[in-house]
């Protein structure tokens, strides 16, 4: 019989716990340590990438100026701390003095300035920049930040790592998306990338950890690099990923299937790292191509899927069902627009396409090959709208390829994804993508413009937290998102390894192999 999701939580328990960072006295200097990932690196550039095989690497290679720590607050990375003006117009940044890039470099006010400006240009979520009004350099170790009005979720939105302000050198201001040198601050640097194999980064020698921690904070924290490298291999296939783990290969895995997760629990050699809340499971909808610039369609389509039956064979059983854009938990959870999540009626929804004046158009779903959650989610919703008469294609390519249609409005209606949201990332980054201007949708919707508008600068939290309702509801309502349910994920690593702590992102730093 197989394991259910909730099984393999409750017998992880104890094994994550085992996880903690052991005493540092403890732990060994040097070794190399093999991750193994579900999907290739389309690029290093995290100014211009949503790919979480791309953050897997770079943000043990690069750092912000703020960040989030354990608990998802803002707290201080390249910055030494921030003082906020009166009025709340006005952030300056003092920032950490002997912070040096891989090339040896010493980082300035002049970086960050740079860095800034690039993200403002081509930056993947740039919209959090909207409320500057001028970025300042005063002075070689000060960094100012001008708004045109109060913005009291300011430091929430460029801290989350889906909004990766990463520091690089001044030198690479002028590069576009994906062209720029892989040169940061962090713990390791690069020192192979080979497409479709591996990254290898190497312990930076010259890092100076930040005294103000004691140990690991989230993306900030006291950070050291004990290992020699880290070679993060691309094993597509989950089974040979858990096979390396078990022959010792791998010394860490992402995403370790539900039912070799209950095999793996005998296994005194290995401890699973449980991720409750890992990313929403679901689609963007292309409001500007035919039929889905169509809402009845739309409607249609949101009505007759049945997401238990997507999520079951998607994530091999380990998810939950619930209406929320962020988890449980949440101080920003909310259930509003929960009548149109998971309403399963096939034959409503063939009235709404009647009502819509459908005509057999073509409907094009693209997915990629690359993570197989999405695949499969892609290959039952496929199903399921057939069944209410639908013509449906299915185009599947590789993530890097995926991603460049995506921005194309014309080849699809459909583009499945995951959308990070939830502890380590935040309400106002969650879903930025429907906002004006990125507008995965291609259409805007002035009237969420308007809510989000709200959600950023409201200065009462309380208040904050009903237009996030409103949100939530907007996006439901005129189905800018379809959202399948919430995936969990299982990581599992070696005994002997030692230091390492479950995070969205795999954290390289204090980590070291034992004996």
Do not use: C
């Not at 302000?165 to 040169?183: N, Q, V």
């Not at 791998?250 to 991720?275: F, G, K, S, W, Y």
């Not at 600068?457 to 949100?471: N, Q, W, Y």
């Amino acid at each position: 019989m197989a394991l259910t999701r909730r099984e393999v939580l409750a017998g992880t328990a104890g094994a994550a716990v085992l996880a903690t960072v052991s005493p540092a006295a403890a732990q060994r200097r040097g070794g190399d340590l093999v991750f193994g990932q579900e999907a290739s690196v389309p690029t290093l550039d995290m100014h211009f990438s949503t790919s979480v095989a791309t953050r897997n690497t770079a943000m043990n290679m690069y750092e912000m100026l703020v960040t989030r720590d354990e608990r998802n607050a803002p707290v201080p990375d390249l910055a030494e701390r921030w003082e906020i003006s009166s009025d709340g117009l006005t952030y300056s940044f003092p920032l950490r003095r002997g912070v040096k890039f891989h090339n040896g470099k010493e980082m300035t006010s002049a970086d960050v300035l740079a860095s800034w400006e690039r993200y403002q240009r081509i930056g993947i979520q740039r919209r959090v920049l909207a409320a500057v009004e001028k970025l300042e350099a005063p002075d070689a170790g000060t960094f100012v930040v001008r708004l045109k009005e109060r913005q009291p979720t300011f430091l929430d939105n460029i801290s989350a790592f889906t909004t990766p302000i990463t520091i690089h050198p001044a030198e690479e201001k002028d590069k576009e998306g994906g062209r720029i040198e892989p040169i940061g601050t962090g713990p390791y640097r690069l020192a192979e990338f080979v497409a479709d194999s591996h990254v290898l980064i190497r312990r930076f020698d010259d890092y100076a950890p930040n005294t103000n921690h004691q140990g690991t904070d989230g993306f900030a924290g006291r950070k050291q690099a004990l290992l020699d490298s880290v070679r993060l291999r691309l094993v597509r296939e989950p089974g040979a990923r858990v096979a390396g783990l078990e022959t010792g290969e791998l010394h860490i895995v992402e995403d370790v299937p539900t039912q070799a997760a209950q095999r793996l629990r005998n296994n005194r050699d290995i401890q699973l790292l449980p991720l409750r809340h890992w990313w929403l499971h679901g689609a963007w909808v292309n409001h500007s191509l035919p039929p889905t610039d169509n809402l009845l369609v739309r409607r249609a389509i949101q009505t007759a899927l049945d997401m238990e039956a997507i999520m079951e064979i998607a994530t091999d059983g380990s998810y939950d069902l619930q209406p929320g854009l962020q988890y449980p938990g949440n101080p920003y959870y909310t259930d509003a627009g929960k009548q149109y999540y998971n309403v399963h009626d096939p034959d409503r929804a063939k009235g709404l396409l009647r009502e819509a004046g459908y005509r057999d158009q073509e409907l094009v779903i693209i997915t990629n090959s690359s993570y197989n959650s999405m695949y499969s989610a892609a290959v039952v919703v496929t199903e399921q709208l057939r069944a209410i008469g639908m013509k449906v294609r299915m185009d599947v390519f590789d993530w890097a390829t995926a991603i460049a249609r995506r921005r194309d409005r014309t080849t699809w209606n459909l583009w499945f994804t995951g959308q990070g949201t939830g502890p380590s990332v935040g309400p106002f980054t969650a879903l930025i993508d429907v906002v004006s201007p990125q507008l995965n949708q291609f259409v805007p919707d002035p009237t969420l413009d308007a809510i989000y508008a709200e959600l950023v600068s409201d200065p009462d939290e309380a208040a904050r937290k009903r237009h996030f309702a409103r949100f939530q509801e907007r996006v439901y309502e005129q189905v800018h998102f379809l959202k399948f349910g919430d995936l969990t994920k299982i990581q599992a690593a070696r005994r002997t390894v030692q230091g390492f702590t479950p995070y969205r992102i795999p954290r390289f730093w204090n980590v070291s192999l034992g004996g």
